[in-house]
């Protein structure tokens, strides 16, 4: 405890050392670190709070954990850690959600100072809410791979958390999912999805082609009930006839290039082949893909007997479910001339996984330290957005800063009272509930919404208002039009107008609803649809939404609240950084990229990749333009 | 404890090593984690520095790593040695850092010596594929650095001041070796070089040279006087390299001269985390080796590598 020995800081600052009060939310990978160096430092006054238990994959970095605390609270356990090297710390340690409404202006108004260790865009949005309505200083961190940033955020006087629209998830054409998958990840998304038409949740909400993919689901479903989800009838079904159904569609496959070729039948009847000596680095043969595809089926229906709502969310770690995802994945990918995947890489594809080293962590988390520092001293002008680079840029900067701070969004919808939103729906038949859940509370991340319009309260997040109006359609909820409506979280003292505009679907492939910041982004989206013309190239085809209501742990694991189908954002920030300025980067920095791109890792998690890529961005401008203010990617 | 054949490095990597490396191995491949799990490291000084670069070795999952340290427990060592519990008995800090040491990845072979690096002789870093030093005198560095470069070890030196932070790396023949970079006579090198060197270069060989006449580092308990000595060693310094006002120039450092006392928490993370990134990647073929100082900024929160 730096701060208790005399003449290591000046009085002043050793003073604020020891009685700042500060709240860590995360004791993952940054999140140790971060508690390390706080403590270490002398400060004694800490709240640290994490929802996650301890994994074994933590344990190569999240260094307060060892193999015998595995299965227990991040929090709880970090604290006990820290006290064996310093005892005179008073560390309150919480196990569960920041968003819970427990914790709020009253329990966010003790701190001096936020630090943010979080692994999810929802969370962090959160949080910025509740900073920025209490003016307490935020610090925003995030780490990948070698990457990573630090990021000061104070009402007023800097951008926030949602200053900036972050980049849409990456979504496939549900058409070359289902019919003319190109590459593994298509495959994957697909076993992915039969993972849930059998096991999983009957989801209500998916936003594309509903009825036929909900009839399609249960079908599957009843079809498989109905066999009592005999393995090699399973097999049959799905790797045989309804290739055959699909290949008879003629149409379906008249002008395409990618068509699928069917399995050899005696493949109906191989024996078992053993494949449990097959390293997850190497290659199964096809007929081992089978054997592992018969194996799995049979423990995870099981499994599904005994769950809750019969009903599983696939999980990464659960080893059959794993193998189910492996084996069919690579199964379709046999049938449409596809190169297999090994089981290690599918894992990356399928359960977004980030990869995440102890040193990353441990350089944001010293920075977020001496960040902590200066704003406990009013230093603001100090605290401009670090970037941790994988590698020196030309000038040798690893550690690299924005060259000032960023100012507010002045149009921004959570921290400037100006900004509104544009949301575009069919309103005959958006429900007030789909606008609850998808819209305010997927989409804006909000906790327990109110709507009003014209003081008319059409959703209420108090239940004794009595307001039901959620079957109703916004048509039915008397919204018109170009109609505006108040959207309010008092829980986050976050309030929003939003402007309403009915939109049919052209296409049944179109989005159920579509959110712009503004009037031109609608417009400009409208002339692109306009020019865009249907089904000249798959790729327009049908869009798939994606998981946005998954989490990954800013630094490598992943958990999946609710599984979509899909793929998830990971992938996209990986995109982004690819495209964001790798050729400006050395050799070796290309390399990674494109090793992660080529993985094609995804996950749920996003901020940390568009963070990366900005920070990629922000690197050529301080190298190159000499201006960070145009680093921001918008 | 383990037997040795539990150990890494014998033998393919385990299911359960490869669980615990996941996240990494996704990172740098098989390939990498194989290196690493074959890679003898030496690490000597077990401050707070050290005890940083030990946990990112430890967690990394080298082969072995040897705790080298002779000296004794200080309070100071409560600003960032989080390695040694408060209830430890040990006086030794290699010692009392052991079993928290050991328990960060029970595959890595975690070693402990209490001899002082300068009764070693010269041929004791071959036995490791690298060495690490911290907190020793800039003469056993000097030392150090001659002995890695006839030997073929790759070597990295590594010191933290208050919140101030450098390391200096060898993994190239062709670049100077630690007492050309940083010679006992720092001024003599500035009047002769024609390059103008990073401003932080002349507080790190300050900072140096501060040692050699001192036997020590600057220190919290005679703060005031040790700021004076090193501003008496600076402004030469300066003076030499740049010719312009004297106040002006000798005002370069005045906001980093109060917080150079101790090895703080915040530092030792990022200049431990770096050399230890720096010193993995080397290890695993991708050296950074068109540079050989990195400094730390604090004030200017920047790290930058310089070839020196
Ligand atoms: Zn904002």
Redesign the interface.
């Known amino acids: 405890m730096a701060a208790t020995i005399a003449g290591v800081f000046n009085p002043e600052l050793q003073n604020l050392i020891k009685e700042s009060k500060i709240l860590l939310v995360g004791a993952g990978g940054i999140g140790c670190e971060v508690l390390k160096n706080l403590v270490l430092t002398g400060f004694s006054e800490l709240e640290v709070i994490d929802l996650d238990t301890i994994e074994v994959s933590n344990l190569n970095r999240q260094f307060l954990f060892s193999k015998e605390s595995v299965g227990k609270a991040k929090s709880h356990v970090a604290k006990t850690s820290v006290l064996k090297f310093n005892p005179n710390v008073n560390i309150m340690s919480h196990f569960g959600d920041i968003m819970d409404t427990k914790y709020g202006v009253a329990f966010f108004n003790k701190f001096k100072l936020v630090i943010n260790a979080l692994d999810n865009k929802k969370a962090r949005s959160h949080v910025n809410r509740m900073c920025l309505s209490c003016q307490i200083p935020l610090i925003e961190s995030g780490t990948m791979g070698y990457n990573g940033q630090v990021e000061f955020i104070k009402k007023g006087v800097t951008i926030c958390y949602e200053c900036n629209t972050r980049a849409e998830p990456r979504t496939y054409p549900m058409c070359t999912i289902r019919n003319t998958p190109k590459e593994p990840i298509h495959c994957i998304i697909w076993a992915k999805f039969l993972f849930n038409q059998l096991f999983g949740e009957i989801d209500e909400i998916v936003s594309f082609d509903e009825e036929n993919i909900e009839s399609e689901k249960l079908s599957a479903r009843n079809w498989a009930i109905q066999n009592d989800y005999n393995p090699k009838k399973l097999f049959k079904k799905v790797f045989f006839d309804d290739i055959k159904a699909l290949m008879n569609m003629k149409d379906l496959y008249a002008d395409k290039k990618i068509k699928p070729v069917l399995l050899d039948e005696s493949l109906l009847d191989q024996e078992h082949v053993k494949y449990s000596d097959v390293l997850d680095s190497e290659m199964l043969t096809l007929e081992q893909n089978i054997s592992m595809f018969l194996d799995c089926v049979t423990p995870i229906k099981e499994q599904w007997e005994i769950s809750t709502n019969k009903c599983l969310v696939w999980d990464k770690d659960d080893d059959m479910m794993m193998n189910f995802v492996v084996s069919c994945s690579n199964l379709r990918s046999a049938l449409f001339n596809i190169p297999f995947k090994t089981h290690f890489d599918i894992k990356s594809m399928a359960g977004n996984i980030i990869p995440a080293i102890a040193t990353a962590n441990a350089m944001i988390a010293g920075q977020i330290v001496i960040h902590a520092l200066r704003i406990l001293r009013g230093k603001f002008e100090k605290c401009q957005n670090v970037f941790l680079r994988s590698m020196p840029n030309h000038k040798g900067g690893v550690l690299v800063k924005d060259r000032c701070l960023q100012p507010p969004n002045p149009k921004c919808n959570v921290c400037s009272s100006k900004g509104e939103i544009i949301f575009t729906t069919d309103m005959n038949n958006f429900t007030v509930r789909q606008l609850e859940e998808l819209v305010l509370k997927k989409k804006l991340n909000m906790v327990a919404p109110d709507v009003t319009m014209l003081d008319r309260v059409i959703i209420s997040s108090d239940e004794t208002d009595g307001v039901d109006m959620y079957d109703m359609t916004l048509s039915e909820a008397g919204m018109t039009s170009g109609c505006s409506f108040d959207a309010e979280d008092d829980h986050q003292n976050f309030r929003v107008k939003i402007i309403a505009f009915d939109k049919e679907k052209s296409r049944d492939e179109d989005p159920d609803f579509e959110i712009f910041n503004n009037k031109n982004d609608l417009h400009t989206a409208n002339e692109q649809n306009n020019k865009t013309k249907p089904d000249e190239d798959d790729e327009d085809d049908c869009f798939i939404d994606q998981a946005e209501s998954t989490v990954c742990d800013n630094n490598g694991d992943t958990r999946e609240a609710v599984n979509h189908l899909m793929v998830d954002k990971e992938e996209i920030g990986y995109e982004e950084v690819t495209e964001g300025g790798a050729e400006e980067i050395g050799n070796e920095e290309e390399e990674i990229t494109e090793k992660i791109s080529n993985e094609e890792i995804d996950a749920e998690e996003i901020s940390n990749e568009e963070k990366l890529a900005i920070k990629r961005k922000a690197d050529e401008a301080i190298e190159d333009i000499n201006d960070a203010k145009k680093s921001r990617v918008d | 404890m383990a037997s040795e054949l539990m150990k890494n490095g014998d033998g393919e990597m385990s299911k359960?090593e490869?669980?615990?490396?996941?996240?990494?191995i996704?990172?740098w491949?098989?390939d990498g984690q194989n290196k690493l799990r074959a890679t003898k490291v030496l690490l000597i000084g077990m401050q707070?520095l050290g005890a940083?670069i030990a946990?990112?070795l430890i967690?990394?999952?080298v082969n072995s790593i040897t705790l080298k340290d002779h000296t004794e427990v200080s309070?100071?060592d409560?600003?960032?040695?989080?390695?040694?519990?408060?209830d430890s008995e040990e006086r030794n800090r290699a010692k009392a850092s052991f079993s928290?040491a050991q328990?960060?990845?029970?595959n890595v072979k975690v070693i402990v010596d209490t001899t002082p690096i300068e009764e070693n002789v010269d041929s004791f870093v071959t036995s490791f594929d690298l060495v690490i030093a911290t907190e020793c005198s800039p003469s056993t560095y000097k030392r150090l650095s001659e002995n890695c470069r006839k030997s073929n070890v790759k070597i990295f030196i590594a010191d933290v001041y208050?919140?101030f932070g450098y390391f200096y790396q060898d993994v190239i023949s062709t670049h100077s070796l630690y007492g050309e970079v940083f010679p006992n006579n720092a001024e003599i090198d500035t009047l002769t070089s024609t390059k103008k060197k990073p401003q932080l270069y002349y507080l790190t060989s300050a900072l140096l040279k501060f040692q050699s006449d001192s036997n020590r580092k600057p220190?919290?308990?005679t703060?005031e006087e040790d700021i004076e000595e090193l501003k008496s060693i600076i402004h030469p310094q300066i003076n030499d390299s740049s010719s312009d006002q004297e106040n002006k120039e000798s005002d370069v450092f005045e906001e980093y001269y109060?917080?150079l006392?101790?090895e703080?928490?915040?530092?030792?993370?990022?200049i431990?985390?770096?050399v230890?990134?720096t010193a993995?990647n080397t290890v695993m073929n991708?050296p950074?080796d068109n540079?050989n100082v990195?400094f730390?900024d604090?004030?200017?929160?920047?790290?930058?590598?310089?070839?020196l």
């Open positions: 359960d490869r669980k615990v490396y996941d996240r990494q996704r990172l491949g098989f707070g940083e946990k990112n967690l990394s999952g309070i100071l409560r600003c960032s040695q989080f390695l040694i519990p408060r928290a328990k960060l990845n029970p208050g919140l220190n919290p308990d703060s109060g917080e006392f101790c703080l928490s915040p530092t030792t993370s990022i431990g985390a770096m230890s990134q993995l991708k950074v540079y990195f730390y604090h004030i200017e929160h920047e790290g930058k590598f310089h070839l």
